[in-house]
């Protein structure tokens, strides 16, 4: 059974909660991007908290039937990007997601309320 983009974002969502991910941004890029449906922005406050986060996405992912099409950056979690189809998620050291600060390039996005 195929996960909805809205199931993976909530679970993308709740998982990132689960590890005390900070800041949790869920964008709504549908019509802004061909890239995605939504992306989930949110940080970690250490590189052991970031990779928690990812591990964490990764397997409630897994366990609702869906498919983690890539991931990037795990090894430095300075910036880890994990890339769910229709939902891209970036995971951001603290310091990394000051300096990036992507919401800030998808500012025409909607931010999407969540579970």
């Not at 922005?41 to 590189?47: E, Q, R, V």
């Not at 986060?53 to 979690?77: H, M, P, W």
Request: some cysteine; glycine content about 6%; hydrophobic content about 45%.
């Amino acid at each position: 059974m195929a996960v909805s983009p809205e199931q993976l974002l909530n679970l993308a969502v709740t998982a990132a909660d689960d590890k005390k991910a900070m800041n949790i941004v869920a964008l709504d890029l549908k019509g802004i991007s061909l890239i995605s449906d939504y992306f989930v922005i949110c940080h970690g406050n250490s590189d052991t908290q970031v990779q928690a986060i990812a591990t964490e996405i990764r397997k409630q992912v897994n366990e609702a039937g869906g498919t983690v099409k890539g991931i990037e950056g795990l090894d430095s979690a300075r910036w880890v990007l994990m890339d769910l189809g229709d939902v891209i998620v970036h995971i951001f050291h603290r310091d990394e997601r000051e300096y990036y600060n992507i919401e800030r390039l998808w500012s025409d996005a909607k931010v999407v309320e969540t579970v």
